[in-house]
């Protein structure tokens, strides 16, 4: 924002000191076309009577009095000459303040009709429709961003309405049959339980839409064992995992250090699995890979699902997206999952990119070692393994979370 400001001063800076240039050069200019036009009409006049034989008349009596006043003349003809000059180009800057005052109401309320001003201010021109053409983009992009906020507005009030109503539904009937038989209690006491659940889910992600300003994530870095923090993940997600009848399969380098925001890289990956694990097929494998790549850590998450066009790939990561547009409660999200990573991934110096074929979708997360960052850094002494130190198995290759 600071080097963006500064560029903006820099750049009015110039602007202005080219207009005044420009406008004191043709002043200058005039005065030199003017005085030099008056001595070439004196020099030719000159030339004329001094080659001619006049004749006592009254052209040679004018003559005779021009000749001995001449320098008065010539005076006052450059002093009339300057004060009209002058005052001329004295109202030629109100003449460009009013064509700027024209050009301001425009970019106020910017049309597809590009800002047209006088030849002088052709480079005031350019950067006003560079400003316009941008405004045109930024308000395209807030008017798409609306739509699909107030699109998924709609859609979290359907799925919060659909399982509120099972949950009153299945707790109704429990009430008014006491003494309905335990198994069958059970089983109805375990889904609404579930709806439940589900509906804690979708108030979070609302609350996501009025909490998470993207431009405004603060990091708090310390060392992070990024081999914990993934073990970690999968282990964590084992209930989930185990609804699908899916297998995890946790492949990576032992000891990958970055330094990182925990709290917020957790977030990252667990909104990655948990969409690999909405999309994917059922009884199928989702891996978790992780290594040393020139210098960089790249983890990579794969799973088994439709193809994501490729027109998607990139739109995924935005605010409010959703690829299905779906309002399924098993897997309608608010769209903000995805665009949250890849605002906290570039925050932490990395980069985030997806790739689908037919039968298979790959999302590959890049960040900076320990090491990349100590050399722009430097080191903390703060080590932090993510939010609990609670861990089934040692971190290393080829740990297997899978369903029963």
Not at 151 to 173: C, R
Not at 326 to 352: D, F, N, Y
Not at 388 to 394: D, E, Q, S
Request: glycine letters at 6%.
């Amino acid at each position: 924002m600071h080097m963006e400001q500064k560029k903006s001063d820099t750049n009015r800076k110039y602007l202005r000191t080219q207009l005044t240039g420009q406008v004191f050069g043709n002043y200058i200019l005039a005065l030199v076309i003017y005085v030099s036009a008056l001595f070439a009409i004196l020099a030719i006049g000159w030339s004329v009577s001094i080659n001619i034989s006049w004749q006592p008349s009254s052209i040679y009596y004018l003559l005779q009095w021009v000749k001995e006043w001449i320098i008065a003349i010539m005076s006052i003809l450059i002093l009339i000459g300057w004060i009209v000059i002058t005052l001329r180009f004295m109202t030629r800057p109100l003449r460009y303040l009013d064509e700027l005052v024209d050009a301001s109401e425009k970019l106020a309320n910017p049309g597809e009709e590009p800002i047209r001003l006088s030849r002088a201010m052709k480079s005031v021109e350019d950067e006003l429709n560079l400003v316009r053409e941008g405004a045109l983009r930024n308000a395209m992009l807030a008017k798409e961003a609306e739509q699909r906020k107030n699109d998924l507005i709609v859609y979290l009030a359907h799925d919060l309405k659909t399982p509120l109503t099972s949950i009153v539904a299945y707790l109704t009937m429990l009430e008014d049959h006491p003494d309905m038989p335990e198994e069958e209690r059970k089983a109805y006491t375990h889904i609404a339980l579930e709806k439940s659940i589900r509906l804690g889910e979708l108030i979070n992600e609302f609350f996501d839409i009025t909490r998470y300003n993207l431009q405004n994530i603060e990091l708090e870095p310390v060392e992070i064992d990024l081999t914990m923090m993934l073990e970690q993940l999968a282990d964590e997600l084992y209930g989930v995992l185990q609804e699908k009848k899916l297998t995890c399969e946790v492949d990576v380098e032992e000891d990958l250090m970055i330094y990182g925001d925990p709290d917020k890289l957790a977030r990252v990956f667990d909104n990655i699995l948990r969409n690999a694990i909405a999309y994917c097929y059922a009884d199928t494998e989702i891996r978790i890979e992780a290594k040393m790549k020139d210098g960089d850590i790249e983890i990579t998450f794969t799973n088994a699902g439709d193809k994501i066009p490729g027109d998607m790939l990139q739109t995924i990561f935005e605010k409010f997206y959703r690829v299905d547009g779906s309002r399924s409660t098993g897997t309608g999200g608010a769209g903000l999952g995805l665009a949250i990573a890849k605002q906290i991934v570039e925050l932490h110096g990395g980069r985030i990119l997806a790739k689908s074929d037919d039968n298979r979708t790959q999302f590959v997360v890049t960040l900076p070692s320990k090491e990349k960052t100590e050399q722009k850094e430097g080191s903390e002494d703060e080590v932090h393994t993510h939010r609990r130190l609670a861990f089934r198995g040692k971190a290393g290759r080829g740990k297997r979370v899978q369903s029963k």
